[in-house]
């Protein structure tokens, strides 16, 4: 005989099982409600750090490469490679990914071959030149152009003039000397 407590067990059991097949499928909708929730509808975003990983190799340093190089000058100009395996002695992978908040992952490779000590030959995805690379770093908004980071001998004549800071120098008295034979204490006991 099955006694009703045995029976409501089993039926209870049974429903938190139900309930938790049911719910499963709602899981990633749960999460999606959840992560809005945290974020205030979506106003507010956590901060989230950039994420780089591997060697930055620009269209220049590619270019810059010759048939005929050794392992030291490609070294020299791309930087140690990431991938260097010994199965694949005469091949050198360059791999580069950077995961930024607001902005789709970048991600490029470049593999670099060798017969022997020499280069042979050079394989790369489409690859941004320097200039181009550090402009999709900067997420700022621009103010405009950067001032120009050298004066001109006109530049100069004006500004000493305006500041007079020529005449100043030569009007300054000059600083006091320490008169010869001024002794100080050692700096540590003896």
Known sequence: MISPLSTRIRLTGAGVLAAAALALPGCASFQDA???????????????IDILQGNVVVREQVQ?????MSREQVRNILGTPLVASAFHADRWDYVFTL???????????VSVFFDGPLLQRVEA???PTEEEFVASLDTRRRLGRAPALEASEAQLRAFHERYNTG?????????PAVPPGTSYPPLEPR
């Open 167 to 175: 005449a100043a120098a030569a009007s300054d008295p000059p600083a």
């Open 34 to 48: 959840t992560a809005s929730m945290s974020t205030l509808g979506g106003l507010i975003t956590p901060y989230r």
């Open 64 to 68: 810059a490469l010759q048939p005929g």
């Open 125 to 127: 995805d489409e690859l």
């Open 99 to 109: 995961r930024r908040q607001g902005q789709e992952p970048q991600q490029r490779r």
